[in-house]
């Protein structure tokens, strides 16, 4: 007697299943265009390098393909605002949401170039060095946080130290601060540190104690070798009469350029105190279920930027749940839902994210990977539960503020833990009528006329 046994299919495979007939693949789109990597050769986004970022070309073909006119543009998860500066280029008003000051920064000093006087910093770069030198007094200092200590040559953090206090003590705060951005974008051209993930790497020249194998990142350039290269190219991309300057183009182009307006905050508590209806297209890209720490990768722009070690745990905390050493928040949401008079719309998402069977069935696999010591870190458990519960607030705001008629993209990428995929994509849409594009990244796709947030 044969005996029969019946394999019923996986819950993320029922999604998938139910999905798959709005599944399409995007052969025009490349990881090139949905990383940061097209925007390396761009003029002004080329200035600092955002790995976790997507290219300008991304933002223009989706608005390109979908709008037939300019409206309001939303990115709640901004980073250095590339959605938000895309888009004004094509005439739309931009609004963005980020927690990062990092990102902040960078989008501030964007919309510093629109007051600069070029001839005032093409005199005051002129004399740069030479002021410096005389520079012998009051000298600020960098305050070190214990992931950044020793991360400069002695000489090196000396430069940057005098640099930071002349810039200080410009009176015109437009080329202050971009004269202060270019220092910014080159701390780890001038560090013994690389960008790599989850952590700073360590190049063994440092006074680190570090263990493994040594890590040479190459040649290490001097604060003054940095600086020049990156000022003759942000000269050279906003000074006009430049052969393909993007300064140039913006000044010939008969688009109004309507000015950007950055929201600083987490997006958890800031979408949901914007209007209903208001927007007509979001493109956004949150941050990765993949354990990257920001706050660490990006710790040495925190420490420029005067951000000490109670100042980044706090950051850190706050950011969407990443990372294995995020609390849950599901209380904090709890508390300030109840106080913006939106206790029903908490319960609602809970139960959104409740009534998820691929959720469920996720959140069921990693708790008995996590018994059976199958996770490398028994807080993965916890992060992935958390990612998607908070996700799930964003997403039914974003549903929310966008006009019935209006699009959203949302550009993000899969997991595998202990083995077992988690599809982002998938949970992050259905069970909704999703339209996805996906390619090397996943971005999803929807229109908000078939959103049932």
């Not at 989008?107 to 510093?112: C, E, K, L, S, V």
């Not at 000074?239 to 300064?247: D, K, R, V």
Request: charged fraction near 25%.
């Amino acid at each position: 007697m044969i005996k029969t046994i019946e394999i019923f299919p996986s819950e993320r495979q029922k999604l998938f299943d139910q999905l798959s007939d709005k599944l399409e693949t995007a052969y025009n789109l490349s990881r090139k265009v949905v990383s940061f990597q097209a925007n390396k050769h761009e003029p002004i986004y080329r200035w600092f390098k955002y790995k976790e970022g997507f290219s300008s070309a991304l933002v223009k073909y989706f608005l390109a393909e979908y709008s037939t006119k300019p409206g309001k543009i939303l990115d709640p998860f901004a980073g250095i605002g590339t959605t938000l500066f895309a888009a004004q280029e094509l005439g739309w008003q931009s609004y963005g949401v980020e927690l990062l000051p990092v990102g902040t920064f960078v989008m501030q000093t964007r919309q510093a170039l629109n007051e600069i006087d070029i001839d005032k910093l093409r005199a005051i770069t002129k004399k740069l060095w030479s002021d410096l030198s005389e520079l012998k007094n009051n000298i600020n200092h960098i305050n070190h946080i214990s992931i950044t200590k020793d991360a400069f040559p002695n000489e090196t953090e000396e430069y940057l130290n005098k640099y930071l206090t002349y810039c200080s003590n410009i009176k015109d705060k437009h080329i202050a601060t971009i004269l202060k951005f270019a220092a910014f974008t080159v701390l780890e051209e001038i560090s013994y540190t690389r960008k790599d993930g989850q952590y700073l790497r360590w190049d063994y020249r440092s006074k680190r104690d570090l263990s493994g194998k040594p890590f040479d990142k190459g040649k290490i350039l001097t604060f003054v070798e940095a600086l020049k290269i990156k000022l003759n190219q942000i000269i050279q991309d906003i000074f006009p009469n430049q052969t393909a300057s993007l300064f140039e183009q913006f000044e010939n182009s008969s688009i109004e350029k309507k000015p950007v307006k950055i929201i600083e905050g987490s997006c958890l508590e800031e979408l949901p105190k914007l209007d209903s209806d208001f927007f007509d297209f979001i493109i956004t890209s949150p941050p990765y279920c993949n354990r990257y720490d920001y706050t660490r990768t990006y710790a040495l722009e925190l420490i420029f930027l005067g951000y000490d070690n109670d100042q980044v745990r706090n950051l850190r905390q706050s950011m969407l749940s990443c990372t294995v050493e995020n609390k849950e928040k599901i209380e904090s949401l709890r508390q300030f839902y109840a106080s913006i008079g939106q206790g029903e719309v908490f319960e609602k998402v809970i139960n959104v994210y409740n009534d998820s069977e691929a959720m469920r069935e996720v959140n069921e696999i990693l708790d008995e990977l996590k018994k059976l010591k199958k996770l490398n870190n028994s807080n993965i458990a916890r992060m992935v539960k958390n990612y998607f519960l908070e996700l799930c607030f964003v997403i039914y705001e974003m549903a929310r503020i966008t006009k019935s008629n209006g699009y959203c993209v949302m550009v993000n990428d899969n997991v595998r833990y202990g083995g077992e995929e988690i599809p982002v994509d998938l949970i992050l849409s259905g069970p909704r009528k999703t339209h996805y594009i996906t390619f090397f990244n996943s971005a999803n796709f929807w229109d908000q006329s078939q959103f049932g947030a």
